[in-house]
């Protein structure tokens, strides 16, 4: 007999793996610095490699890798490792914060259309309300950026940011489809390998002219923390959610991206906190809340699609 499944425990897992996120997004600045964009991130899926390896092997109970999981696989670390990573760092670095912000704000919003477009997943008037709640409270965090003297920007930026935007909500749609045959431990484990193979000519030719010499032991320590937090918590944890909520509500837990991204701002930077940006964080969290308040007769949200994937 399997135990039964608690929601919130999947909400905690997809909102901690946003948070990571949206963490690490904002120390790897520091990290950027020190090392080089693409030596950066062959050294991360490097590390990971190594702490997963266990992983990478099929457990006995787990079916064979079909022709179609293994091409999700390769889109999934394709869309949401690589591209995501060299959009997102390539971006930032070209516009300015106050057009990132608005722009990575249209994740939510990009994961519902691309769930109804390729799972035809329903999206009900609640979880729209919860995207639009999602899509404000980070636009107002925007507003304060700008307000602070931060804007302007380039197209080009501002278009590899919307790229970026359109790989983190493909992964979510992907990695859907695929925690449905694939354990999130295995998942986690190829996506990361399949990075590592993607970014290894770029990082080996950094690497080439780079002097390791000269990097400070701290550095080495935040390499280590990006590495298995960027790597293996975030992706097990969003798998590991992912399994039992549709990708449209779990599309508004990539609100606690620049949320905590922000958050890190205050803590670590020193950034002022306002009024209006205690706001933002309100509106947020509020679309959480109507993204996975229950409304069926056994406390977990009543769609089709989940009632479905809780039988398997």
């Known amino acids: 007999m399997t135990a039964p499944h608690r929601p919130w425990l999947s909400y905690l897992c997809l909102g901690s793996a946003m948070a990571l996120v949206g963490s690490y997004v904002g120390l790897s600045k520091l990290l950027v610095v020190v090392f080089p964009i693409f030596l950066l991130a062959w050294l991360r899926f490097g590390i990971a490699a190594l702490a997963m390896a266990r992983w990478v092997k099929r457990a006995d109970a787990e079916a064979p890798l079909s022709r179609h999981d293994r091409r999700l696989l390769f889109l999934e670390s394709f869309l949401g490792n690589f591209l995501f990573s060299i ?46 709640c999602a899509v404000g409270g980070i636009a107002l965090v925007s507003v304060v950026r700008h307000d602070a003297g931060d804007g302007g920007g380039s197209l080009l930026g501002n278009l590899l940011l919307l790229g970026a935007v359109v790989c983190e909500a493909s992964y979510v749609v992907i990695g859907k489809r695929l925690t449905g045959n694939v354990s999130a431990k295995r998942i986690s484990a190829l996506v990361n390998l399949w990075g590592l193979v993607l970014v290894t000519p770029l990082g080996m030719w950094q690497a080439l002219r780079y002097d390791f010499g000269g990097v400070p032991v701290a550095s080495w320590g935040l390499l280590l923390f990006y590495s298995l937090t960027a790597s293996v918590f975030t992706v097990w944890l969003w798998m590991t959610g992912l399994r039992h909520v549709p990708a449209s509500s779990a599309g508004v837990f990539t609100v606690f991206l620049p949320v905590s991204a922000a958050a890190v701002g205050v803590a670590v930077l020193g950034e002022r906190f306002s009024g209006v940006q205690a706001a933002a964080y309100g509106l947020a969290l509020a679309g959480v809340v109507l993204a996975t308040w229950p409304t069926g007769p056994s406390g977990s949200p009543a769609t089709p699609w989940l009632r479905r994937a809780t039988r398997r």
Do not use: K, N, Q
Request: aromatic share 4%.
């Open 87 to 132: 959009c997102m760092l390539f971006g930032v670095a070209m516009t300015s914060a106050l057009a990132a912000g608005v722009i990575m704000a249209a994740i939510p919003a990009v994961v519902a259309l691309l769930s109804r477009v390729f799972l035809d997943e329903r999206i009900p008037a609640r979880v729209a309300l919860g995207i639009a």
